[in-house]
């Protein structure tokens, strides 16, 4: 009895072993193009998986003269793939081509086909190519931009390559809201491809960042916490005044503490509309703006919240 209870149980576990490894998915990434080979009237498909499920893809092709040309920034699908196209112009050339997919998290996979020239009876005489034009500055800066750091904090920088090279940058300082930007700037001879510019506060330890493709120009700039506001603020606006009166103005703290503002004056319809700036020592939490009418001797009122650098206005 014991061996035959000894039995049923191997066979069981093989069976469960048997299939939570049928249930495994496929990890391997790769990528396929088809056809392998053709000429310039040919469209080339390329396919490719192993990506993070919407996960952003940067793809170009590498050309016989070692250029690149840039097909286009993708996002994976829910499994984790992409697919695109290329056709090759006659003036690029046959040749070996590679067509590269690199996810910005996961990393890159290439594969290369061949393009055949056809046959010239008289072959025209060879052009030296000519230097590629330097894009504005404008088109080749990439802002970083983000928020959440400490007040005045130093922030370290580097960035990231497509080919997963890292590079300290320069230190900067946040601004005293805890905002932080500056331009990332390209040269000609960086390889192409997805870059990535990291920004970590020394006090705080927020770190953020922003993405983008670069190609020549810049494009696709995208930032993980961007800013909000330069210089949070709240627009008080209320009806009800005497047109022209003056009015006191005072803020209520989240702790209970009251401020003055100073005083306005209403404009001829009986609106009040006061710009509460924010000072960069205020505290996270909600907030009350009040403004008592010297002539009509009505107070009007208004609430909002502050935190991380978003002001949002809150209704009763």
């Keep these: 009895m014991k061996r035959f209870f000894s039995i049923v149980f191997v066979l069981v576990a093989a069976a469960l072993l048997i299939s939570s490894l049928a249930a495994a998915p496929a990890a391997a990434a790769g990528i396929s193009v088809d056809p392998t080979y053709g000429n310039f009237d040919t469209t080339y498909t390329f396919t490719a998986n192993g990506f993070q499920r919407n996960e952003i893809v940067d793809t170009w092709v590498g050309l016989p003269n070692l250029s690149a040309v840039s097909t286009g920034t993708l996002r994976a699908d829910a499994s984790g793939a992409v697919e695109w196209s290329f056709q090759p112009k006659p003036s690029q050339g046959g040749g070996e081509y590679i067509a590269v997919a690199n996810g910005r998290a996961s990393g890159q996979v290439s ?5 055949v020239a056809p046959p010239v009876e008289n072959p025209p005489a060879p052009v030296q190519p000519k230097p590629q034009p330097i894009a504005p500055l404008s088109e080749r800066t990439a802002q ?3 928020r959440g750091y400490q007040g005045s ?3 370290n920088t580097w960035y990231l390559a497509p080919n997963g090279t890292v590079t300290g940058y320069q230190n900067f300082y946040a601004d005293a809201w805890g905002n932080l930007t500056f331009p990332f700037v390209m040269t000609n001879a960086q390889m192409y491809g997805g870059w990535q510019v990291v920004g970590r506060g020394t006090r705080s330890g927020n770190t953020q960042y922003i993405t983008f493709s670069w190609f020549g120009t810049v ?6 916490k961007p800013i909000l506001q330069a210089a949070p603020y709240f627009d008080f606006v209320q ?3 005497t047109p022209g009166e003056t009015v006191s103005v005072w803020v209520g703290y989240p702790n209970g503490a009251v401020q003055a503002l100073g005083t306005a004056t209403v404009k001829s319809n009986g609106t009040l509309a006061y710009r509460v700036k924010i000072a960069p020592d205020w505290p996270y939490g ?4 009040a403004a008592y009418g010297w002539k009509s001797h009505i107070t009007l009122w208004q609430r909002f919240s502050y935190f991380d650098g978003n002001v949002q206005r809150l209704y009763p």
Excluded: H, Q, W
Aim: glycine share 8%; no cysteine.
């Design 286 to 289: 909600g907030y009350i703006v």
């Design 111 to 115: 594969v290369k086909f061949n393009v």
């Design 239 to 241: 009806s009800g005044f």
């Design 219 to 224: 494009t696709d700039v995208r930032a993980s």
């Design 153 to 155: 904090e130093l922030v």
């Design 144 to 146: 970083f931009n983000a």
